[in-house]
């Protein structure tokens, strides 16, 4: 399990096309929160950590936001956003470990959470809970989709269930939603959580 904490790990994930997590498309719950979102949301600092072929950062930018920085631990997803996207700012394309990141240079309105948390060793996540608590701004939001189902705990994705997560967030968070989703993706019907948390 400890070599999901090397980049290189998720690197050959990619070139060896071993990704069954990807949908190949924006996640259905995140589709419809960015959707709802108003025009002054546009200029606003957003990230997508652990953001993979980051279809959800393709829309937004589509949709004309501007301030969306991109995190992930391995260069080939990035790489590949960046030729699919050429006018996407490449400064905010950020080839990085999640938990290395500065709070001090970096700080966030709100974050999208989507197969980032399941993909972590589970070991980590308060320090995961910590970690968006600092990078967020006062009042900042994580908000995004969490797996509601066990997977077993030999390799990602790692599964839970809505009590873990509120014992670890509630602490660093109000929980404004955490809720099954009525809209996931037909892969995922039945096994998602949406999530909407603010920052204490």
């Known amino acids: 399990m400890d070599n999901v904490n090397q980049a290189e790990f998720w690197q050959q994930r990619y070139q060896s096309d071993s990704i069954g997590w990807d949908m190949g498309e924006v996640s259905p719950p995140l589709k419809a929160y960015i959707?709802?979102?108003p025009e002054s949301a546009k200029d606003q600092?957003?990230?997508?950590?652990?953001?993979?072929?980051?279809?959800?950062v393709g829309y937004l930018h589509e949709q004309g936001f501007t301030n969306v920085t991109l995190v992930d631990f391995a260069p080939a997803p990035i790489a590949d956003f960046a030729e699919r996207y050429p006018s996407f700012p490449s400064e905010q394309?950020?080839?990085?470990?999640?938990?290395?990141?500065?709070?001090?240079?970096?700080?966030?309105?709100?974050?999208?959470?989507?197969?980032f948390f399941c993909a972590i060793n589970p070991q980590r996540r308060n320090e995961y809970v910590q970690q968006m608590e600092n990078l967020l701004k006062p009042k900042g939001k994580l908000v995004g989709v969490l797996f509601n189902r066990d997977f077993g705990n030999t390799h990602p994705p790692f599964g839970g269930d809505i009590e873990e997560?509120?014992?670890?967030?509630?602490?660093?968070?109000?929980?404004?939603?955490m809720e099954p989703c009525y809209n996931s993706h037909p892969a995922r019907q039945g096994?998602?959580?949406?999530?909407?948390l603010q920052a204490q």
């Open 45 to 56: 600092a957003i990230l997508v950590p652990g953001a993979g072929n980051a279809y959800e």
């Open 165 to 177: 997560y509120k014992r670890r967030f509630e602490t660093h968070f109000d929980i404004e939603i």
């Open 93 to 115: 394309l950020i080839c990085a470990d999640f938990f290395e990141l500065s709070p001090e240079r970096y700080q966030f309105d709100w974050v999208l959470e989507q197969t």
């Open 35 to 37: 959707d709802q979102l």
């Open 191 to 196: 096994s998602e959580l949406f999530i909407k």
